[in-house]
């Protein structure tokens, strides 16, 4: 289990040339995780990250560049996941403008940390956009924190000294599906990075997900995806490599 959790921080991480899944595992790790797992990436320099291609001659304008880059995808990737259009574009906007004041590498890597964060912060109020309590907020942040492992009801309500059936009841009315519902999407779209951008089995990832057994996670996969999660892993590379 610990394994998978490090590998949903690692994939970006990895001392290999930065290609595109990476960074886009990085991107969907801002959008859809907790801000602790941004942070535990992020003591990685911008500067250092390796394989970074060469888009200008000058070291300082080539890394300019990359965090442009940066920039665009990470806001079309949150984008995708909920955030308006014009807070995506605006925070994009932003943190480009001040990268082209940067001076030197450690003002880059500095902007950087700060606008992963920001979106991260971002994002995670746009989980809890449609939330009006605190029982409800805090439920969305610990299934977030702690996604690959076994979350019960009684346990979750527990924490908050309430029952389950009104926490349920509270969580049902505010975010319009059920609890166990939410928990199962939020565990199937790390599924999903992880089927996407990294080796592990469909055993592994179901194991690592706390899932009862593999034929559990196929058919709950099945069930949202409409496609096996061997499916669903021979499309997106394909429509990514």
Same mark, same amino acid.
């Not at 040339?17 to 320099?45: G, H, S």
């Given at each position: 289990m610990d394994d998978i959790k490090n590998t949903l921080i690692d994939l970006y %991480? *990895?001392?290999?040339?930065?290609? $595109?899944?990476?960074?886009? &595992?990085? $991107? !969907?790790?801002?959008?859809? =995780?907790?801000?602790?797992?941004?942070?535990?990436?992020?003591?990685?320099?911008?500067?250092? =990250?390796? #394989?970074? #291609?060469?888009?200008?001659?000058?070291?300082?304008?080539?890394?300019?560049y990359h965090f442009v880059v940066t920039a665009a995808l990470l806001s079309r990737v949150c984008i995708a996941r909920g955030m308006s259009v014009a807070t995506s574009y605006r925070l994009s906007d932003f943190y480009i403008q001040k990268a082209d004041l940067a001076k030197k590498n450690a003002d880059?890597?500095?902007? @950087?940390?700060?606008?992963?964060?920001?979106?991260?912060?971002?994002?995670? *109020?746009?989980?809890?956009?449609?939330?009006?309590?605190?029982?409800? %907020?805090?439920?969305?942040? $610990?299934? @977030?924190? @702690?996604?690959? +492992?076994?979350?019960?009801? @009684? +346990?979750? &309500?527990?924490?908050?000294?309430l029952s389950p059936e009104h926490l349920s009841r509270t969580f049902s009315s505010e975010m319009h599906q059920s609890l166990s519902h939410y928990i199962r999407q939020q565990k199937l779209h790390a599924a999903k990075t992880l089927l996407s951008y990294s080796e592990y089995s469909i055993a592994e990832i179901s194991e690592g997900l706390s899932f009862s057994s593999q034929?559990?996670?196929?058919?709950?996969?099945?069930?949202?995806?409409?496609?096996?999660?061997?499916?669903?892993?021979? $499309?997106?590379?394909? !429509?990514f490599l």
């Open positions: %991480a *990895e001392n290999t040339k930065a290609d $595109y899944l990476p960074e886009l &595992a990085f $991107y !969907n790790l801002i959008a859809d =995780t907790d801000l602790k797992i941004v942070r535990d990436y992020l003591k990685q320099p911008f500067s250092k =990250t390796i #394989g970074l #291609g060469a888009l200008s001659r000058d070291p300082l304008q080539n890394l300019k880059l890597d500095r902007l @950087h940390d700060e606008m992963c964060l920001d979106y991260a912060k971002q994002m995670r *109020e746009v989980r809890r956009e449609p939330v009006h309590s605190a029982i409800v %907020a805090r439920c969305i942040d $610990y299934i @977030h924190a @702690h996604i690959t +492992e076994k979350i019960v009801i @009684h +346990e979750l &309500a527990a924490k908050q000294n034929s559990q996670f196929t058919a709950l996969f099945r069930q949202e995806e409409n496609i096996t999660p061997s499916q669903y892993r021979k $499309y997106s590379r394909r !429509n």
